[in-house]
């Protein structure tokens, strides 16, 4: 028996309900940016301990303007810290929202996939006496594996 972990019609309206949610959220983020691998790793990370200095030294700027250099622009830095700290809780939601989607994608796939080769199984055992030869044949082609060749065999190299 296939389980059925998720069984839902979600219909095209709901979908489209869902898309523009996320339009509107895409579009009160609009100031997000985006880096290339390279650009993230030579960027310095904030964590618990780095965000609690980063916050101090801020406000010890703040404090005592005086003895920080010209070139430092506080108030840009304060507005960089008030946004890390605003983004935590919408990450946090997005990433598990992510995971969950992700993961009820993977389950209803896995489910679909279950009942599509029950279906081909069945199918294959009845197909000369129903007409369904040709459908099958059609469908075995996803259980063809590739011969290999001679070229893919001196890439892998020798049997052992």
Do not use: C
Not at 28 to 52: M, P
Not at 89 to 113: F, N
Not at 132 to 152: C, N
């Amino acid at each position: 028996m296939i389980a059925n972990q998720v069984d839902i019609e979600f219909s095209a309206e709901d979908q489209k309900a869902v898309m523009e949610a996320l339009e509107l959220v895409r579009k009160k983020l609009a100031f997000v940016v985006g880096l290339s691998t390279e650009e993230r790793r030579r960027l310095s990370k904030i964590g618990t301990r780095s965000q609690t200095f980063t916050y101090q030294a801020l406000t010890v700027a703040e404090q005592h303007p005086e003895l920080m250099p010209r070139y430092l622009d506080v108030d840009g830095a304060m507005r960089d810290m008030n946004l890390f700290i605003a983004l935590n809780p919408i990450l946090q939601t997005l990433v598990e929202l992510q995971r969950l989607v992700k993961d009820t994608q993977t389950v209803a796939g896995s489910e679909a996939y279950a009942a599509a080769r029950t279906a081909y199984s069945s199918a294959k055992k009845a197909a000369k006496g129903v007409g369904l030869e040709d459908v099958v044949g059609t469908l075995s082609q996803h259980f063809d594996r590739a011969k290999p060749t001679a070229a893919s065999q001196s890439q892998a190299g020798p049997s052992v």
